[in-house]
């Protein structure tokens, strides 16, 4: 199975300043369809995980443009220029290029 | 909107089995891949399984392959997993998500969840 690795596990940051979270994968998760499925999701506390980014770089439905991914291959970012108090939550990141679907560990982002 | 509703969970023996349902609203069900992924207490999100829109193509986590299946219903909008031979391991929320595209497994929208756990 794919294994995903996200960077850094936990992230305190001061709110308008930016942050960014890597994802690592095990394998390309390039298909041979072309595209390549990599997400981000947030849990914020206590709520079902949101998606916030879909097949690298495309910002889901009412999704902030604070929000922003990047990346090809096995190495993925995801950025948030401007943190605010609202972003808090435990960052996800998932491939869906083959199963088993796998997801890192998370990221916690927290505000200073 | 798209809502997902999970009903079924509760505490279990070890051992046990147990049957977890998902009813679906807002959208055209039989169309969408679903997915079952749970959260253990306090840790990450684990995929668990999948099926396409028409109920013909599934896949499982090796975790719970050949425990777990999953099945559709499409004239009720209702995804189901059944659960058997469970494990202390399996303790978690299960969330019910929908896929993003008919042929696309990754969710957009996930339901609120329904706790299951395993303990005698």
């Known amino acids: 199975e794919i294994v995903m690795t996200q960077t850094p596990l936990s992230l305190s940051v001061t709110p308008g300043q930016p942050a960014s979270i890597s994802c690592k994968s095990s394998q390309s998760l390039l298909y041979s369809d072309g595209k390549t499925y990599l997400y981000w999701y947030l849990q914020k506390p206590g709520q079902s995980p949101q998606l916030l980014i879909y097949e690298v770089s495309n910002r889901f439905s009412a999704v902030p443009d604070r929000f922003s991914g990047s990346g090809s291959g096995t190495d993925f970012t995801l950025k948030i220029s401007r943190v605010e108090a609202d972003d808090v939550g435990v960052y996800y990141c998932m491939q869906s290029t083959q199963l088993p679907l796998t997801l890192g560990g998370g990221t916690k982002v927290e505000i200073e | 909107e798209v809502q997902l509703l999970e009903s079924g969970g509760g505490l279990v023996q070890p051992g046990g089995s147990l049957r977890l349902s998902c009813a679906a609203s807002?959208?055209?069900?039989?169309?969408?891949?679903m997915s079952w992924v749970r959260q253990a207490p306090g840790k990450g999100l684990e995929w668990v399984s999948r099926?396409?829109?028409?109920?013909?193509?599934?896949g499982y986590a090796d975790s719970v392959k050949g425990r777990f299946s999953i099945s559709r219903d499409n004239s009720k909008n209702t995804l189901y997993l059944q659960m058997d031979s469970l494990r202390a391991e399996d303790t978690a929320v299960y969330y019910c998500?929908?896929?993003?595209?008919?042929?696309?497994?990754?969710?957009?929208?996930w339901g609120r969840g329904t706790l299951v756990t395993v303990s005698s």
């Open positions: 998500a929908k896929g993003i595209h008919a042929l696309v497994t990754a969710p957009d929208y």
């Open positions: 807002g959208f055209t069900f039989s169309t969408y891949t």
């Open positions: 099926i396409r829109g028409s109920g013909s193509d599934k």
